[in-house]
């Protein structure tokens, strides 16, 4: 399984970015993902997630009512809606999935996911 994270770049704050995660298997379908983020001298941190059926989703108190987590299974991707950025979500963005079939359930944990993308830089200027 291989995962392709994309859309990261420079903005200023208040502005949007929109990440993407495409996945390389059509098994895409009923796996949970979820985005996780990693600030320079900080641990990653969960940002958010989403059911194997899209149904459900999960947001961090800090990006809530400003991120929108959601998923294409036609397209085999998953997005990250980044909307109002302010300089505290400068990192990098990682996108990963689940090894087992999830149905309706999110996951928080890092340890809950076994393939990771690579990352994209997101830095917000303020």
């Known amino acids: 399984v291989q995962l392709q994270a994309s859309g990261g770049g420079v903005v200023q704050a208040g502005g949007s970015l929109r990440l993407s995660c495409a996945a390389s298997?059509?098994?895409?379908?009923?796996?949970?993902m979820a985005w996780f983020r990693q600030a320079p001298g900080k641990e990653r941190e969960i940002v958010a997630a989403i059911s194997g059926n899209g149904d459900v989703t999960y947001y961090a108190d800090s990006v809530r009512g400003r991120f929108t987590c959601s998923r294409d299974s036609a397209k085999n991707t998953v997005y990250l809606q980044m909307n109002s950025l302010k300089p505290e979500d400068t990192a990098v963005y990682y996108c990963?999935?689940?090894?087992?079939?999830?149905?309706?359930?999110?996951?928080?944990?890092?340890?809950?996911?076994?393939?990771w993308g690579q990352g994209t830089q997101v830095t917000v200027s303020s």
């Open positions: 990963a999935r689940t090894s087992f079939v999830s149905g309706t359930s999110y996951y928080t944990g890092s340890y809950d996911y076994a393939y």
């Open positions: 298997e059509r098994t895409f379908l009923n796996y949970a």
